[in-house]
Nanobody, 122 residues
Framework: VQLQAFGGGLAQVGGSLRLSCVAS????????IGWFRQAPGKAREAVSC????????HYADSVKGRSTISKDNAKNTVVLQMNRLVPEDTAVYYC????????????????WGQGTKVTVSS
């Protein structure tokens, strides 16, 4: 499967961003699509993932309550809406896909997109 991420850029503290991941290829072979991020000098971390067949969702504590992940199976698209942005959201965001049924946002993802940079400033 190929994963294309869209929507990164510059945002202000307290603002919003919408990240889209478009999957192509053997999408049906994958259970979940999600988002990871890596901030400068920090380890990569899971942000949010969604099961494409059952709609089960996982959010990292750092974004829970101010982010929403959604899917459009017909368009093979997953969207992450992030609100009330904080400087700590600054990172490169990666769209990922996993074949492992029933698990979300595990560190071992099967596919990684190219990443899109998000910078949150005041």
């Amino acid at each position: 499967v190929q994963l294309q991420a869209f929507g990164g850029g510059l945002a202000q503290v307290g603002g919003s961003l919408r990240l889209s991941c478009v999957a192509s290829g053997s999408v049906r072979d994958y259970y979940a699509i999600g988002w990871f991020r890596q901030a400068p000098g920090k380890a990569r971390e899971a942000v949010s993932c969604i099961g494409m067949y059952d709609g089960v969702i996982h959010y990292a504590d750092s974004v829970k309550g101010r982010s929403t992940i959604s899917k459009d199976n017909a368009k093979n698209t997953v969207v992450l809406q992030m609100n009330r942005l904080v400087p700590e959201d600054t990172a490169v965001y990666y769209c990922t896909a996993s074949r492992m049924w029933g698990r979300l946002c595990q560190s071992q993802q099967d596919e990684w997109g190219q990443g899109t940079k998000v910078t949150v400033s005041s």
